[in-house]
């Protein structure tokens, strides 16, 4: 099995391919892939296979920030590989270009995004992903190219000249390390989790100078076993020593490159055993926030209600001891605080941006009669979804929210709403015609027939019950919740120092005390979402 791109497509929200680069061979041209591709429906596939196009190829697609990333290949690939470099042609972009990626910045930056492209693969072969080594193999135009007025010469004077000088010193010898969870947990209708699963990422950013070789220690609840339980799956950067993580599971040394960098990515299982699965809930995989729906609500089971339990609570955050912003750190650290960053700190972790998502079935009119307790709730007729958002204020109280909600099935040859007071509605003469039948008999045959208390209870019964049986196809089937944590980690992985070993670094200089700094993000993107 090969590993050849062939070839990178870029193409804006209109659908224009804003950029084409061929690697190898001759893969079909970007407007024939784009139909093929946008014939298939929503959400769709990454990978598509299509056997029409001649040569027959594989295509690989990738979304982000409105643009279509796609890529073919002729013969059997590995797939995680052409989506891996498709992954990384957008952080590179991002570090070179800006983040967030847009299509205006990449048209303005053409002679940059071509150099990236060129280094980072060749003649389809992947040659150098990384930020930092791409940045001694591509110049980019900076503000001295526009005051020559982009002479050659000039500027090849000027590069000739920097290449010659020696190498600055960091100005601020600075250590940092950021960690990153992203959380996809999926809840049964009874609040029993299905699926929990964390995944992590762990920047650094080196600002120093000369050569620093770093050990960075990690700790998690129930010590040495509890940290290789957490972890599973992980992956380093290649200045990573594997040798030393097999021989003590949390210790990372290496020499970081200079600037930001990702050093590792890990995932961790936050399920329970099989033995406690039965009774575990959504509230013991100590999550901050549960959520559960309540469907066919009301006389005519048209209504919906969402309770959101908020307990801000965030086990491994200490509860006394303030700490300053971007702490030192020592060479090992005690209890389970984590320290500050931004506006929430590990003694006082910050619930933001939380986000309720309720899709609506496409056949539903509209969702009338929002009612929130907390925050403010909305429907998107052209998404066929309910937000509901919940300020950092409102979320700072624990307790429990709710929304309800009405929904308006879609229009009947039977529907009521053509019958209004005894009257139907005459758009063309701008009126109303009278429906005799809608009103009360008062002929004698009329009275000659009463009713039994029965049959009138079944009267009234029998409309609401096919009503609620109506409704309950337009009930929602999931609920999902979106926020951010500062300053906590679900897995409660923490960091427990970070050394400088100076006896194998060099150019450190004397005296030299680096700066240095950690901060954790908990974020959900959707990720809790909760079946019903």
């Known amino acids: 099995m090969s590993s050849a791109v062939e070839a990178v497509y870029i193409f804006n929200k209109d659908n224009e391919c804003i950029l084409e680069h061929v690697y190898r061979s001759r893969p079909p041209a970007p407007r024939t892939l784009l139909p093929l591709y946008q014939r298939h429906p929503k959400p769709r596939p990454s990978v598509i296979s299509l056997p029409e196009v001649n040569p027959p190829s594989i295509l690989f697609s990738l979304l982000h920030s409105n643009l279509l990333f796609l890529s073919t290949a002729a013969s059997d690939v590995e797939p995680l590989f052409i989506l891996e470099f498709l992954h990384r042609i957008i952080d590179v972009f991002e570090e070179f270009v800006g983040a967030p990626l847009l299509a205006s910045r990449i048209e303005s930056s053409y002679d940059v995004v071509a150099q990236l492209l060129g280094e980072m693969c060749d003649a389809g072969s992947v040659c150098n992903t990384e930020p930092n080594a791409l940045r001694d193999d591509v110049d980019i135009p900076g503000w001295m190219d526009k005051f020559l007025g982009g002479d050659p010469a000039h500027i090849a004077g000027l590069g000739r000249h920097q290449a010659a000088a020696p190498a600055e010193p960091e100005l601020n010898n600075e250590l940092y390390v950021d960690i990153l969870e992203t959380l996809h947990v999926t809840l049964a209708p009874s609040g029993r989790p299905l699926a929990a699963i964390a995944h992590g990422s762990i920047a650094f950013t080196s600002k120093i100078s000369g050569v620093p070789d770093l050990l960075l220690t990690l700790s998690a609840s129930g010590g040495k076993l509890g940290l290789e339980k957490a972890i599973e799956l992980p992956v380093f950067h290649p200045c990573v020593r594997l040798a030393r993580w097999k021989e003590r599971?949390?210790?990372?040394?290496?020499?970081?490159?200079?600037?930001?960098?990702?050093?590792?990515?890990?995932?961790?299982?936050?399920?329970?055993?099989?033995?406690?699965?039965?009774?575990?809930?959504?509230?013991?995989?100590?999550?901050?926030?549960?959520?559960?729906?309540?469907?066919?609500?009301?006389?005519?089971?048209?209504?919906?209600?969402?309770?959101?339990?908020?307990y801000n609570t965030f086990p491994g955050a200490a509860s006394s001891a303030s700490l300053a912003p971007r702490p030192t750190l020592g060479s090992r650290g005690s209890g389970r605080s984590t320290p500050v960053f931004g506006g929430g700190t590990s003694t006082a972790p910050t619930l933001q941006d939380l986000v309720v998502t309720i899709p609506i079935p496409d056949t539903v009119r509209s969702v009338i009669d929002l009612r929130a307790s907390r925050g403010e709730a909305y429907f998107t007729a052209s998404e066929s979804v309910v937000e509901w958002r919940i300020s950092t204020k409102a979320a700072a109280s624990p307790g429990t929210a709710t929304l309800r909600c009405t929904i308006v099935g879609p229009l009947t040859d039977n529907d009521s709403d053509d019958l209004v007071n005894g009257f139907h509605p005459n758009p063309e003469a701008g009126s109303y015609d009278e429906q005799e039948d809608a009103y009360q008999s008062s002929s004698p045959e009329a009275a000659k027939a009463p009713t039994t208390s029965k049959q009138q209870q079944q009267q009234q019964e029998s409309p609401d019950t096919k009503k609620v049986q109506q409704n309950a196809s337009f009930m929602p089937s999931s609920a999902s919740v979106s926020f951010n944590v500062k300053g906590w980690l679900a897995s409660g992985i923490k960091v427990d120092g970070l050394v400088i070993d100076s006896r194998r670094s060099k150019g450190l200089g004397e005296g030299v005390k680096p700066y240095k700094g950690v901060k954790y993000m908990t974020v959900s993107k959707k990720g809790i979402e909760t079946r019903c």
Not at 263 to 268: K, N, P, Q, S
Not at 269 to 297: R, T
């Open 249 to 310: 599971p949390g210790e990372l040394s290496f020499v970081p490159p200079d600037g930001k960098f990702m050093l590792a990515g890990y995932e961790v299982d936050l399920m329970p055993s099989i033995h406690d699965l039965k009774s575990w809930s959504s509230a013991k995989l100590q999550l901050p926030i549960s959520i559960e729906v309540s469907k066919s609500l009301g006389s005519a089971g048209a209504d919906f209600e969402v309770h959101l339990a908020i």
